[in-house]
């Protein structure tokens, strides 16, 4: 059995020790109104590095460090997760989270062995953290493998919901149809009109104007 890496370790040890002079700038990030990157502060709204629609999402931050960047995923509708390699750096968010009443699971692991099942998370994220003290041909196949695929799409079971759900990749619908001796004559992906009103929780208008939440599939069999 493979033993934890060296540089794991290492870097375990010395975010321990550097954890206590990182409280300040994880106060800022937690008390911060909107979120800004790096070590020019970057506004979000000018880098645009955050999806313009979160809302029930299941976000985990890879190196999560004092937890800012996953408050203002929560604050953004996400259902988020901070993993850290840190104990220190974790007990430093713990206390924020109290200070601001905004409570996520930690998790106290190294983003190249992370804790949870393949294709649990729908965004996986780093500032810092994994993705320069990771190894990245470990942690950005594990980020891969945390992240709900779009390939091999199949069978869904949500954690709130009882029923079960199928939905497949449009290659995958076509080679189906296809298959079943059916012709594809048109894929319609529907989008909002101007005016629309969002009736459902899942299906906001900034994500459907994007992405389409709905599509109708037209197919015949050939005489």
Same mark, same amino acid.
């Not at 709204?45 to 460090?65: H, K, R, T």
């Not at 101007?194 to 906001?204: D, K, S």
């Given at each position: 059995?493979? /033993?934890?890496?060296?540089? *794991?370790?290492?870097?375990?040890?010395?975010? &321990?020790?550097?954890?206590?002079?990182?409280?300040?700038?994880?106060?800022?990030?937690?008390?911060?109104?909107?979120?800004?990157?790096?070590?020019?502060?970057?506004?979000?709204?000018?880098?645009?590095?955050?999806?313009?629609?979160?809302?029930?999402?299941?976000?985990?931050?890879? /190196?999560?460090? @004092?937890? =800012? *960047?996953?408050?203002?995923?929560?604050?953004?509708?996400?259902?988020?997760?901070?993993?850290?390699?840190?104990?220190?750096?974790? $007990?430093?968010?713990?206390?924020? #989270?109290? +200070? %601001?009443?905004?409570? %996520?699971?930690?998790?106290?692991?190294?983003?190249?062995?992370?804790? %949870?099942?393949?294709?649990?998370?729908?965004?996986?994220?780093?500032?810092? /953290?994994?993705?320069?003290?990771?190894?990245? =041909?470990?942690?950005?196949?594990?980020?891969? +493998?945390?992240?709900?695929?779009?390939?091999?799409?199949?069978?869904?079971?949500?954690? &709130?919901?009882?029923?079960?759900?199928?939905?497949?990749?449009?290659?995958?619908?076509?080679?189906?149809?296809?298959?079943? /001796?059916?012709?594809?004559? &048109?894929?319609?992906?529907? #989008?909002?009109?101007?005016? $629309?009103?969002? @009736?459902?929780?899942?299906?906001?208008?900034?994500?459907?104007? #994007?992405?389409?939440?709905?599509?109708?599939?037209?197919?015949?069999?050939?005489?």
């Amino acid at each position: 059995m493979t /033993g934890t890496p060296d540089h *794991v370790l290492r870097n375990r040890a010395a975010w &321990d020790h550097l954890a206590a002079s990182y409280a300040g700038p994880g106060l800022r990030g937690w008390a911060a109104a909107e979120p800004s990157w790096g070590i020019w502060g970057v506004p979000d709204a000018g880098a645009g590095i955050l999806p313009p629609d979160l809302d029930g999402l299941d976000s985990i931050e890879l /190196g999560c460090g @004092t937890g =800012y *960047v996953s408050a203002w995923l929560a604050r953004r509708g996400t259902r988020p997760v901070g993993l850290d390699n840190s104990a220190a750096q974790l $007990a430093t968010a713990r206390g924020l #989270q109290d +200070r %601001f009443g905004l409570r %996520f699971p930690l998790v106290h692991a190294s983003a190249e062995h992370a804790p %949870f099942a393949d294709a649990t998370f729908d965004l996986v994220i780093s500032e810092y /953290g994994a993705s320069i003290w990771c190894d990245p =041909y470990a942690w950005i196949p594990e980020a891969a +493998r945390l992240l709900r695929p779009y390939f091999g799409m199949h069978r869904f079971e949500w954690p &709130d919901d009882d029923c079960v759900e199928f939905h497949l990749g449009h290659g995958d619908m076509i080679r189906l149809l296809r298959s079943c /001796g059916l012709e594809v004559d &048109d894929l319609i992906e529907i #989008q909002p009109p101007p005016g $629309a009103t969002a @009736t459902h929780p899942l299906a906001t208008l900034n994500r459907a104007r #994007q992405w389409p939440c709905e599509e109708v599939w037209k197919a015949r069999k050939p005489r």
